[in-house]
Structure formats: structure tokens, C-alpha cells
């Protein structure tokens, strides 16, 4: 069992940054590849980043491509989403979730979810 707690969510002006966390339990994170999904007013829930077991992989949906870093700490049991230059399209419910399959995240299948976290962007 994996649980994730996200944290880091808040309001923020448009060209601002956040830095969200998505701490996780059990002993077993690193065997897990990691996804952020967002889920914004009236849209379905969405790929933004992901990350492999190991941290050496990393993609990101083109929106967030050049504004955004996920990342992760092993030995902390934590992932991360950096967001700067935000927008107020990226307004939404944050999520991370955990896989042992990095490709389920693409289609949106992860063993493992946090609650979510809010990220309002203001203009």
C-alpha cells in the first residue's frame, strides 16, 4: 500500500510559481513511477508530468513543457511539481499518482492517487 498526501496548492497571480509535494507512505515509493494529473473546472482529469522509478525519465504534457519540472527525492519519499510562468489555464486540482507501470499513467491508470491539491492562478 502507497498513500500520497499532495501539499503545496495555494493562489498565486498569473507569472507566479508554485512548488507542489506529494508525499508518499510505505517503503516501496521508488518502485513506483509517479504522474501529476490536473483536473480543472468542467474538464477531465489531465497528464501533466510524469516521472520513472528512478527520476532518469521524465515527460511533460506541451503546455507545461519549458514551465514546469517534476522531480523526486527517494530517500524522501517525495515528488515534486515546479510550476513557474503560471497561467490562469492552469487553474485546477493538482493530483499525483504512483504506478509501477510508467505507461499506465498516459492513459490516465495509476494503483495509487492522492486527494489533491488546488492551484489558483489569478490574472
Known amino acids: 500500500q502507497v498513500q500520497l498526501v499532495e501539499s503545496g496548492g495555494g493562489l498565486v497571480q498569473a507569472g507566479g510559481s508554485l512548488r507542489l509535494s506529494c508525499a508518499a507512505s510505505g517503503r516501496t515509493f521508488s518502485s513506483y513511477a509517479v504522474g501529476w494529473f490536473r483536473q480543472g473546472p468542467g474538464t477531465v482529469r489531465d497528464l501533466v508530468a510524469k516521472?520513472?522509478?528512478?527520476?532518469?525519465?521524465?515527460t511533460y504534457e506541451d503546455s507545461a513543457k519549458g514551465r514546469f519540472t517534476i522531480s523526486r527525492d527517494n530517500a524522501k519519499n517525495t515528488a515534486y511539481l515546479q510550476m513557474n510562468g503560471l497561467k490562469p489555464e492552469d487553474t485546477a486540482v493538482y493530483y499525483c499518482a504512483a504506478d509501477p507501470n510508467i505507461v499506465d499513467l498516459d492513459i490516465g491508470l495509476a494503483d495509487y492517487w492522492g486527494r489533491g491539491t488546488l492551484v489558483t492562478v489569478s490574472s
Open positions: 516521472i520513472s522509478e528512478s527520476g532518469d525519465i521524465t
